[in-house]
């Protein structure tokens, strides 16, 4: 079994910046890639962000592509995402996921194991 915990969210200005984390603990050696998913209110939940084991192969929606970053350490079982020039429309509740491959994830379907979410509000 492994468990995610996010952290990191909060309320932000538009423009503004916030950096979400997730602590993996559990199995963490059989963790491979992982990767961010958001949930607006009243939308079905869509990917954000993931990354491979190495941190070689990342992927990003379009809607973040040049604003998000993802990384990772994996001597800590964390994940980050760096999110830069948000938008009000960026408001949403941010899950972690692991459990499949990245291109899985990239057509929205995400892994067995997910975090509790952290709230993001981007006012404008």
């Known amino acids: 079994q492994v468990q995610l915990v996010e952290s990191g969210g909060g309320l932000v200005q538009a423009g503004g910046s916030l950096r979400l984390s997730c602590a993996a603990s559990?199995?963490?050696?059989?963790?491979?890639?992982m990767g961010w998913f958001r949930q607006a209110s009243g939308k079905e939940r869509e990917f954000v962000a993931g990354?491979?084991?190495?941190?070689?192969?990342?992927s990003y929606a379009d809607s973040v592509k040049g604003r998000f970053t993802i990384s990772r350490d994996n001597a800590k079982n964390t994940i980050y995402l760096n999110m830069n020039s948000l938008k009000p429309e960026d408001t949403a509740v941010y899950y972690c996921?692991?459990?499949?491959?990245?291109?899985?994830?990239?057509?929205?379907?995400?892994?067995?194991?997910w975090g509790q979410g952290t709230q993001v509000t981007v006012s404008s």
């Open positions: 990354i491979t084991r190495s941190g070689g192969t990342t």
């Open positions: 559990g199995r963490t050696s059989s963790i491979g890639t």
């Open positions: 996921n692991t459990g499949t491959t990245i291109s899985t994830m990239s057509r929205e379907m995400g892994g067995a194991y």
